[in-house]
């Protein structure tokens, strides 16, 4: 039977859409009947965008509980399905974040994306509400240590941090309050079902990289009759939203980074970083007290000893990379000139969409002294990156979020495909969404690294196992795991290991 028809047996059971609810009630109840739906005015999208590409924008209740109420523009685009006598429908994207743009993101991946996909569905992106051309948040932020959400924990800088966390919150609260309650990943997931409707279309088929797998599964938890086929890549654990998801990074990078001073050990003739995982992480952790004393100038970035444990965690899963920045910064601690070494810093609009979702899905500890608790253990128990994660954040002085998170559990088909190193999105976390997802199938990459899978020429076989099941609708009879068929390449520049979406802001 097909992912289609399980899907059509399974839903009716489970949960009727919310569109069911007719009936206008307050914040936590069923949302009342959208209004009608206009169908997309879709025009040219303008600059060196390929003409291909269409560009709508659609309105969308701010409140999905009045939706005659206040509207905002969610922006939309559309690749037409390149063999209309194949066609199946709509393949809906969204590339993680949150906070992330997710407009061209299937002009992204359309050149790895095979024929057979590109045949069968009209290829949709579109920016969450918040995002980019969708009504864009602000919080009125200028500058990167404003921006910067991890920050790692001292007793003599706590209570800085606790006032940026409460400076933070109150100002997106003076500048967006009557919008933040509204800006969620159940109303963004309410959105996707409006661009559905406006599409004409039954169903949606869905891929979500990272955060657009939590996005994925309320979806497919509020509205189980409207899904298709649902591609769920490099998972998020929806019992973990959203603390306890930054905190298993923390566990994972000391996994990953034994893993990589074993490799950087056995490549000791080209690196000479040490001949013993011992003396690599000597070697790392020597330089690490050098820029907490004296912080390194790194082609004119300077990094302190918490800049130096992050910048190393985002390369783990990418070995030869890691190691010649280690060799890097050794040259850099030596006084020696080094390459600048490229940082990220997020938009004010990206940093208060973050913000908005990360602290109104679900409610975090309001009493700093939990965070104090909380970093101090981990600093010591997950040395490279556990106080950061466990810090003070602005999520503590944020308003209680409207609505409850939404409880993942049915037996819907879907997809999930997950490396088993992946820094980001622990394989812990994608058994935790296999465990919500009673119906669906978990393709595990053996060996796997980096963050994301399909398409990205990680493991043929994982790639192979995920067409079938957009093309048929054919999932595997069990949970399978597949070979890598990738090794991490050896890239020529600090900074530059592919990192397709981030869950958080780290750098």
């Not at 050149?111 to 996909?117: A, M, N």
């Not at 490549?267 to 000597?282: D, I, Q």
């Amino acid at each position: 039977m097909t992912a289609l028809g399980i899907a059509a047996i399974l839903a009716v059971p489970l949960l009727a859409p919310e569109a069911a609810a007719a009936r206008t009630a307050g914040p936590g109840a069923p949302v009342a009947a959208p209004a009608a739906v206009s169908a997309p005015a879709w025009h040219g999208c303008g600059g060196d965008i390929p003409a291909t590409v269409e560009c709508a924008t659609l309105k969308v209740p701010l409140d999905h509980h009045r939706p005659d109420g206040k509207k905002i523009d969610v922006a939309v685009s559309r690749i037409k399905a390149a063999d209309p006598g194949k066609r199946r429908g709509v393949l809906v994207f969204n590339p993680g974040g949150p906070s992330t743009s997710g407009l061209f993101y299937p002009l992204a991946l359309s050149g790895s994306l095979p024929r057979s996909v590109k045949d069968r569905y009209d290829l949709i992106g579109f920016d969450p509400r918040g995002v980019g051309a969708s009504s864009p948040l602000a919080c009125g932020t200028t500058n990167a240590d404003e921006r910067k959400t991890y920050r790692p924990y001292t007793e003599a800088t706590f209570a800085q941090d606790v006032a940026w966390a409460r400076a933070i919150a109150d100002r997106c609260r003076d500048r967006q309050g009557k919008t933040l309650p509204h800006i969620n990943t159940r109303n963004t997931a309410r959105d996707m079902d409006i661009i559905r409707k406006a599409l004409g279309e039954r169903r949606i088929s869905f891929f979500g990289l990272s955060y657009g797998t939590y996005l994925g599964s309320v979806y497919l938890q509020l509205f189980p009759a409207r899904a298709d086929r649902f591609v769920l890549d490099s998972a998020v654990d929806p019992q973990r939203i959203w603390r306890s998801m930054g905190r298993s990074w923390a566990v994972q990078a000391e996994t990953m980074f034994d893993r990589w001073t074993e490799w950087t050990a056995r490549h000791s003739a080209r690196y000479g970083l040490g001949e013993t995982p011992a003396e690599v992480e000597k070697v790392f952790w020597d330089i690490v007290a050098r820029a907490d004393r004296e912080p390194l100038d790194l082609g004119g970035t300077v990094f302190s000893g918490a800049d130096v444990r992050e910048y190393i965690r985002w390369e783990l899963p990418y070995p030869p990379l890691a190691a010649r920045t280690l060799g890097l910064l050794r040259d850099a601690a030596a006084g020696k000139p080094v390459p600048t070494f490229p940082t990220f810093v997020p938009t004010d609009n990206e940093l208060a969409s973050f913000l908005a979702v990360m602290c109104g899905d679900v409610r975090w500890p309001t009493d700093p002294a939990v965070y104090r608790a909380d970093a101090r253990r981990d600093s010591v128990r997950y040395p490279l990156y556990g106080d950061s994660v466990s810090n003070i954040f602005p999520c503590a002085f944020w308003d209680r979020p409207v609505e409850a998170a939404t409880t993942i559990d049915n037996k819907l088909p879907a997809l999930i495909v997950q490396n088993e190193w992946d820094p980001q999105t622990p394989l812990a976390t994608a058994l935790g969404l296999r465990r919500a997802l009673k119906g669906s199938r978990l393709v595990t990459v053996d060996e796997g690294q980096g963050h994301g899978v399909y398409s990205l020429g990680i493991s043929a076989c994982a790639d192979a196992v995920t067409t079938e099941y957009l093309t048929t609708g054919g999932l595997p009879a069990a949970d399978i795991t597949c070979a890598a068929t990738a090794s991490p390449a050896d890239e020529s520049t600090p900074g530059s290991a592919p990192v397709p979406a981030r869950l958080f802001f780290g750098r």
